[in-house]
């Protein structure tokens, strides 16, 4: 047996506390050694002592500068991924980051290539290709039952808007929502999108408008093996979180519902009524965040490849970033524009 | 192309009605040639001769007796069926005859005596066999996807309670309503029951309990081939007519849900509805009243065996009799028992 | 009661023959009064006499003439249906007349003009509005269970791609498949198409791409009503024919997902299988084609908007003909844009 | 915040793992003190202490000893958990047993009374009522939506067939499979049962019906409220883990289906497919093994009664016996004969 990845957690918001938590109490193949966050709390604190953290610190470089701790897991606020990204990879740590790895292009071009230099494992937290539905979907691709893909569909709706405020920094509904869309896209597709086109609205929340964004976009897509498909946003669906796929082939099509948190139906005078999706999307992807950190363990431990890459991180900006210029210029846009651009 | 079966209908109530319009419009391989209804009314009278009968008459003699029709389907109440059988056989007829032949065995028995001494094909109502989902689990079976079949579970309710005056004079649910389900045990299993034992209970009317009955009632079977079964009976599902049947066996199972009257399903803060069943039988089985009439006159044009023979109409009603003694007598009960006492 | 409509049928192909069977058995409110077929074959003659046509011709002036005919209903060859209308509504006669009224526009604004100046219903055969399906999900919306609509998808593919020769003199996906799309579409967003944008490949059939034409398509729409939306449609679905419809809005989404000959799951050690769609258009909208002239027999008798226009024809034929110039030219095209040149 | 209940596992079988590693990673409100088993392997040496547990041992009397320990999970091979039981009872601790407490109902009795006698809370692990799906069933009861209880099925098949040797010791079918679901019967109807009438059949392997047991069984319930009910069992189910319930009542019904492991289906030219059942009661009841001790914590922590309590598992066992006698006798059988037997 290999020695377990020891690993340190920068960021202990919400999705820092699920890492760590999965880290230290499902994965037997990690070690959780360390825990920062610039401000932690006292009861961030007694949580990550509780975890069994060796070192719980407000300091990231004491992570950075442990001997002991080989991978580090940067769940900071996005403006700071690509800097702790070059830091870790300058430390030698494998990294795990999660998305984006920055809103600018060149910022993160740069965190890519100090991790090229640098040799070490980064993977990005893309957890839906994980997800037990969309990882099946590709299985059948995969194993020849789909035949040629010939289209790919993704529903991809929040149960609650995020607040105004936030939606004037989240970089839009592209780089902030469909971009998790796109890189499922190019997962089920097994090829990179080309061109896309959008149409968005309003529809939601008129501040959403007013932060200059739309809350409702649905985006064609053309990718490089000839398919076609296309995804659709909605910042609020009533019924809970809608996360479905359906990808189309010459030899069949394989489409997952939603995941609902029991099987029962009830049958009155009313219909047959059965419950809402999963709400949120901790508990929808409750699982896939466990396993994509114990692919992310396994390719350190194996040196093989991540299953998502730096690379598809950029990839899937490209494509974000794309379909904001087709939004406002009301015209397709490839992806080699883009790249180019930059 | 062999001549089209002539058919005289006797009885225009409800089930007349539809097998009398069916045989008009929807079955190429038959003609109307006559109704007759003891009570005919004039609405009846101008109802029939829309279809194109020939005869429209109150007297079943006028059918009996016309040389030009071949075969006779009996809808007249439940007490004229056996001597009705009696005459269209001494006629030369062949017969349809809705269930049950007679609520009197010994009569049933004469019944089918002329049938067999007439040399005519003798078909019985059991409809269900003839249902879409009943048929395709049966192909199952018969296809050998199930199996050796280990248990057959039928769920059969009605939408609402009959009044209890009707109660009063129907025989009882074992005969009024489980018999549908004893056939179809009997359809699925591939063999007949030689056991029964009944739980029973007034439930959801009072006065069904006051005139001698029960409207809730759950009987287990035993098979000639091993296999065991249960059906369930309530005389009151709110939600509509609840008919469903899984045949499990030794390499899976299959299992046929209720028919909705479309697909859409509604997600909405409440969580996700879709409409209720089907609610009424004529709804229900309308093609499979259809299709028993399509292969009552393929067995005549064919010289071959009815899907369900008058000896079937017999072996459903031991096993309802039985399932009453067992109930009152709170044993179980052989079918060879009932058998023996006539 | 009002008097039964008289119906001529002029065409007696695969649908002629499916409106003059329904006429003529399953339409209590309309009487078949004649048939007539440019090309009437020695068999069609029989079949037609067999409905009981009292007029059985050649000669589509016979229906015309008849002062006893008060509807026709047009289901000849597509290049014959404007000038049938043209010279149906100058005898005075209410038109039920099959999808496209012409392939071009102009051609199809005479027939429009002439219907209106005769002052007579026109219905185009537009049969899907009336699907028990999708009829549902309008239902919904304007009940307002799905409160304001922000995203219509459909999901349309055929189960088998029709032979190149006919692809070549079809007009193209869009106006030959896709046309039932949008008119879908306008229906369910209970508004008009404002502008479209395709994506188009020929992954099903080489020949299809040689005669010119794509065999997978997909189109963004935005509707007046500031809804947005997506059609795909494949020429080839190897599982049979796929009819989906969604509307999504501020308080719900209601979906039609595909109807199944029967409701049986089987299963076994390889897994819970159930049936396939219903194959072909014919079975799927068996029903729905019933219903459509149900409806047109009862806008004629209570002198009633019929449920869909000849005006609804030509705005779906703008949305095909806007669809096919976006494939071409690589752009978003209005509707306007396409409505000005004509 | 109370303290956390302090716990020592006895027993490191399978069942004991489970419990022993929910209790050390994923129940806060408990902590895992101590793990004993008399045949406790160098493997089990190592995974207990991995888990964190202070005292490992081969001998129970260290946890029943243990001053810091207040509760006692008995996973122990079943002949041992009457007299731990009333050891543990003795020693002051708060129980946790997994069922049957004994085979001997006169054991059951002594254990219970020992049980009374010291004051401590005792948990049978009938996990089931635990379910999300069966425990949806009984919210809806219990809310009213089912109106009164009419009937109640239940569906109980394993995957595959437990060795016959296993079978000769296990206390056969009732007792040792169909328990469970007597306990599920009792739990949905909201009451005890009072009659039962068993069918059953060897049909699965020849080998338990030579063990003197059945594979295949079906057994008739009558409730002390008066509703009526059905368990099958098999012991092999060719796809999987079958764990279905229904109760249906005056105001509606409802029904839990088996739990997928994803919720793709693949539509292809052989139909529409998806996976089969979860397979193994590992996995199906996962979360109920830990919802079962989060409430056995929470029992004691706020002096409540359990929710499984030792007089459910005497009951259960009564019912499991009283089947037995009428498989054998061939007779129903009621629950007070076999109380007064005792």
Known sequence: MTEKLKIGVIGAGRIGKIHAENIARFIPQ????????????????????????????????????????????????????????????????HIFCEKPIDLSVPKVKSALEAVRKAG?????????????????????????????????????????????EYVAVSGGIFIDMMIHDFDMARFQAGCGITEVYSSGACLVDPEIGKAGDVDTALVSLKFENGAIGVIDNSRKAVYGYDQRVEVFGSKGSAAAENDLPNTVKFSGE???????????????????????????????????????????????????????????????VTIAEIRASY
Chains 1, 2, 3, 4 share one sequence.
Not at 46 to 67: Q, T, Y
Not at 122 to 134: A, P, V
Request: aromatic share 6%; hydrophobic share 40%; proline share 6%.
């Open 120 to 164: 070490v494992k980064l993977q990005i937290g893309f957890n839906r290709r994980f997800d037990h539905n969309f990882a099946r979907i590709r299985e059948y691709t995969q194993a020849g039952a789909i035949g040629g893909v010939h289209i790919v569909k993704i529903t991809s709706r929040d149960p609650a808007p995020p607040p105004p």
């Open 30 to 93: 990690v070690k959780l050694e360390g825990i920062a966050d610039i401000k932690l709390s006292a009861e961030q604190d007694s949580w990550a002592k509780g975890l069994g953290a060796r070192i719980v610190s407000r300091d990231p470089g004491e992570i950075l500068n442990d001997p002991h701790i080989n991978a580090v897991v940067i769940c900071s606020s996005t403006d700071t991924h690509a800097d702790l990204t070059i830091k870790s990879a300058g430390a030698g740590k």
């Open 270 to 332: 009313g219909g047959v009524t059965q419950e809402k999706p999963l709400y949120f999307f901790l508990e929808r992807y409750k699982q896939a965040f466990i396993d994509e950190m114990i692919s992310f363990a396994e390719a350190v431990a194996r040196d093989k490849p991540v299953l998502v890459s730096g690379e598809d991180g950029l990839e899937d900006m490209y494509a974000a970033l794309a379909a904001g210029v087709s939004l406002k210029e009301k015209r397709p």
